[in-house]
Every structure is written in C-alpha cells, then in structure tokens.
C-alpha cells in the first residue's frame, strides 16, 4: 500500500504543477474566446441596412445611398455638388439624415452696380458788416461734386431676393466746392462813442474801432489769425496774435502788428505752436513772454510743455529767445493740459492757475533774460475730475494795484465723498498780505472767468474797482449751462445782474469772454464792458446795464481794449 500511495501522491502533485505552468495560457484562450462571441454579436457596418436621402440642386434630384447617422456635408460628399462662399442648404450641412429625408442646396450669388450720382454744391452767405446792406458780392463759384455709389443685389437660385438695389459704398471722385456769397449787413446801430482802442477779431481778421463804433478799420487782413493769442501792449499800440501754419505738425506761429502801419508790414516773432499764453511784459512793446505746446494726434490736439520764454525784438527786427525753467509742480494733476499765466504790473508778478493750484511768480527782466524768483502757491484745491479729454483750470483776473487775485475754488462741500466730482465753484479773491483766500460769491459755475475794471475813483478819494463775472443759470450743470454778466465790488458787496436781459438766451462762456473799457464813456462818465454774445459785439454800461450791439456779422471771437498812445 505504501508504494501505491506515494505514486498518487506524485501524479497529484505533477497535475497541480501542470496547471500552474499553464494558466496564463488559459487565460489567453478564455480572452479569445470573448472577444470572438463580442464579435459575432456585431454586424459589419458594411453589412448594415444604407439610407436613402434625396438631394435637390441645380433643378435636379440625386438619390444617395449613405450609412445611418451621416449627415448633409457626407452626402455632398456622396456626389460632385460643392458649396459655392454663399451658398447654403436646407437643412444646414451639419443636420443628421434619416431615410427618406431631402436635402435642398440653394444657389446664392450677387451683383454689383456701379452708379455715378452728382453732389450739389452748398450755398454759404457770409454777412459783411463793410457793405452796403442787401449788397451781394459773389466770393467763390459753386461747383457740382461726384461720387459713385456701389449697389449690391442677392439672388438664391435665380430669384431676386434682396428687394431694392442696396448701397453699400460710397467713394467721393470730385469733392463740391460750394458758392460762397458775401451780404451787406449794415445796420442801424447808432455810433457810440468809446475812448483808447478796439481791437476785435473777425472771422480770421484784426480790425479796429477808435473814437466811435462807426469808425472801423482793418488792421491785420491775413484771414488766418486763430484766435488763440489776441492781445494789444499796455499802450495800445501792438497787437500780438497767432496765426495758423500750414506746415505739418506745427499748430501756429506768433505775430506781431504795430497799429497804424499798412496791414502787410507784420512781424514774425518766431515763435510756434502758442496756445495758452502769450503777451506783452507790462509797460514794453520790445518783450513778450509766452508758453509753448507740443502737437500730437489725441485730443485735444497738442501736449503742454509747461514752460515759459521771453522774448526780446530789436530795431533790427531781430529776435533773441530765452527758456525760463519752471517748477515742475507747476504742470499739475493732468500735465498735458496746460497753465495758464495772468501779467501784474507794479511789482512785475505772473499769476499762474493750474488743474489744482493758483499761485504767484515773482520774476525779473532785463533786456535779454527773465528769471523767476519765488513761486508762492496761494489756493489749493482739488483737481475736477472731467471725464473728458480736457480739464478745468480757473480764470486769473488781478485786481489793479496788484495785491489781490480774483478767481475761482473748486469745492467739496462736508461729507462728499469723491471731492474730484464736486459741482460747486465759488469765486474768490487772494490777496497777497497772507490773509486766506476769501470766497465772495458761491456757486458761480466752472467758468465765471473774472474780468477785472481799471481803478474807478470816486467821490470819497477811494481807489475803487469792479469785478465783472459770468454766472451761471445752472450752477450744478454749469459746463452745459448758459451765463449772465454780473459786476460786483471788489469786496463781492452790490453783485448786479447786467447782460444779457431776462428771458432771452444766456451768454456762451469762453475764456476770453470780453474786455473793459480803459476810461469811462464820453457819453455817461461809466466804464463800460465789451462782451461777446453770439459772435457779436456788444457793449454794456457797467452801471446801468444799459446795452448796445455793435456788430451784426455773427463772426466776431476775440476782442482787446486799451487805451491810445
């Protein structure tokens, strides 16, 4: 029994051996197998039932045969139908077919037409106070322009689908030039008399009223003065004035015309690209001080170089140029605006107002340099945040004697919370003894641009003078709103509502707004305010409001008023 037991005990023990060595082998076949019944449960796609789908172009109907679940680009691929850029098919190319579907390409072209329209030209009348009234005096003919207008129509198929032609560009050939006809406009304005001299912008033109406003005469006939720089010397007998340039990337240049010399006998100072500043040192007709910018293509046209120049004309007529370097606190919050400067005379001071400050520059002069001395910063305020491509800076106005400056505080009132967005303007006096600002007038609006009178004795023996604002209806809305002309006291007692009238459209506020008279009118022994409204002169007795227009041409933009040599 023994041995027959250790011989099964050994056959066991081969078997179970056996099967270890090879089951990965019968792994491998159990895993064929599945894969082989996966398989023969799977019909070939070949094998499978095709669908039947029509496809309709070109006023014929294919029939193609395609696998379940294919969609309207495979049967476009079935056949040899393209899709043209426009056109499309019903459905669209990416819908899934079933049998039996129908499939629609649309044909889609377009037609262009080109028409040749003639443009009429413009009639422009320019009102011209030198004529004859209702006297026409034809300036430039008028010429038909051209264009082409570029017409496109849709078809699908065939078939107009578009409707009406539909422009959809148009190229300018010949630009119209239009009749420009010039209209006597003389009107019965009667003559006042005025004393020093008038000296007013008009439509590109200096032209000058003395001794009455009947008496006019042009001084400066270039047709090109742009009005940025406008300002007669102290004794009204220079005018400096900018003019436009025609060479690429330069702004203008500034000029010089001495009164009562034949209009073409002008001065180039050589100067350019003089937007904010410029004008004659006080009590000289030999030196002019200016600031310069910088062109550029972004609004609004040029970057300030916050800088200032002195310049100098000899007999010759030769011109010595000399750079003043600044403080570089004086560009301000938004730098690419600009400074403005204002001239006192005794002593020889500039104010200067920036976005966020207005103080003074005590300078010195000699015939070749000019030196600035101290900057003494007298109001600080918060800059307006204008969201904009511009920003608000105050108007400068000094008093006569030269110890006060009149202009204007940007403020907060408590418990604002984004003080920069402030609506409230206050007109304000600094004097310069360092006593604190003084506000005078509240809510005036953003451009009040204070003017102040010559010294106006009076009966007592005080040295009095007045201050003439524009206040606006508005104040909470003052950068749309329309103004008045108010003059008040130095002290901001006795405000008096002047011009325009009650109930007719308020002034347009622009910096240079208008001027004093340089002595009382010979007529009432008041000073007087030249003021532009609607691009014309008028002139108003700064005591009894008493009003008369003085041009009718609607062309008027800059005026200056000082006295005779």
């Keep these: 029994m023994f041995p027959e037991a250790m011989r099964l005990y050994h056959r066991t023990l081969t078997s179970k051996r056996e099967a270890k060595r090879n089951f990965p082998a019968t792994i491998g076949i159990w895993v064929m197998l599945l894969v082989i019944l996966i398989a023969s449960c799977s019909v ?6 095709q669908i039947s789908v029509n496809l309709n172009a070109d006023g014929k109907t294919l029939t193609v045969q395609l696998p379940p679940d294919s ?6 691929d079935a056949t040899s139908l393209s899709l043209g850029s426009l056109d499309r098919t019903e459905p669209p190319v990416y819908s899934t077919l079933s049998n039996g579907d129908s499939v629609q390409l649309v044909r889609v072209t377009e037609k262009f037409d080109v028409e040749q329209v003639v443009i009429p030209f413009e009639h422009q009348t320019l009102r ?23 017409y496109r129509q849709v078809f699908e198929d065939g078939v107009e689908i578009s409707g009406l032609p539909v422009p959809i560009k148009t190229t300018i050939i010949k630009e119209a030039v239009p009749e420009i006809v010039m209209t006597g406009v003389q009107t019965p304005f009667v003559p006042v008399a005025v004393p020093g001299r008038l000296v007013y912008l008009r439509d590109g033109n200096a032209w000058m009223i003395e001794e009455t406003t009947g008496n006019r005469q042009a001084i400066v006939t270039k047709s090109d003065l742009d009005g940025y720089i406008f300002s007669l010397s102290t004794d009204g007998a220079w005018l400096l004035f900018t003019r436009r340039s025609k060479e690429e990337g330069q702004i203008n240049s500034l000029w010089a015309a001495q009164i009562g010399k034949e209009p073409d006998q002008l001065i180039d100072l050589e100067a350019k690209n003089v937007v904010y500043f410029a004008d004659w040192v006080p009590g ?9 910018v910088e062109p550029q293509i972004a609004a609004p046209g040029w ?15 030769r011109i010595n140029q000399n750079e003043v370097k600044l403080e570089t606190s004086l560009a301000g919050a938004y730098p690419w605006w600009g400074v403005s400067f204002e001239w006192a005379t005794n002593p020889l001071r500039l104010a200067y107002a920036n976005d966020h400050q207005v103080g003074v520059l005590d300078v010195t002069i000699t015939d070749l340099e000019m030196k600035v001395d101290k900057t003494s910063p007298l109001l600080d305020f918060n800059p307006l945040q204008t969201n904009a491509s511009w920003a608000w800076v105050p108007g400068i106005s000094w008093g006569p004697d030269g110890r006060t400056i009149y202009t204007q505080d940007h403020v907060a009132p408590p418990g604002t919370t984004l003080p920069e967005e402030s609506q409230r303007f206050d007109l304000a006096a600094l004097p310069l003894e360092g006593i604190p600002p ?26 009095a003078y007045k201050v003439a604002y524009l206040q606006a209806a508005f104040p909470s809305q003052s950068e749309t709103s329309r103004y008045r002309l108010v003059v008040m006291d130095r002290d901001g007692s006795n405000p008096k509502a002047l011009f325009p009238a009650e109930g007719v459209p308020g002034l347009t506020p622009q910096r240079e707004w208008g001027a004093w008279s ?46 005779k040599p």
């Design 44 to 49: 070939p796609k070949a094998a499978q039932k």
């Design 71 to 76: 969609t309207v680009q495979h049967a476009l």
């Design 128 to 150: 011209n106070e030198s004529l004859p009234k209702d006297k026409d005096v034809l300036l430039q003919s008028g010429k038909n322009g051209l264009e082409e207008i570029t």
């Design 284 to 292: 000289s007709t030999a030196q002019v001080v200016y600031s310069t």
């Design 303 to 317: 970057r300030s170089n916050n800088d200032l120049h002195l310049l100098t004309i000899f007999k010759s007529k």
């Design 438 to 463: 003084l506000h005078l007038v509240s809510q005036v609006g953003m451009f009040a641009y204070p003017l102040v009178s010559p010294i106006q004795p009076q009966a007592t023996g005080e040295k």
């Design 518 to 563: 340089p002595a009382p009118l010979p007529t009432s022994s008041h000073f007087a305010i030249t003021v532009i409204y609607q691009g014309n002169l008028w002139l108003v007795d700064a005591a009894t409001g008493e009003a008369q227009q003085i041009t009718g041409d609607n062309l008027t933009s800059r005026v200056s008023w000082k006295a």
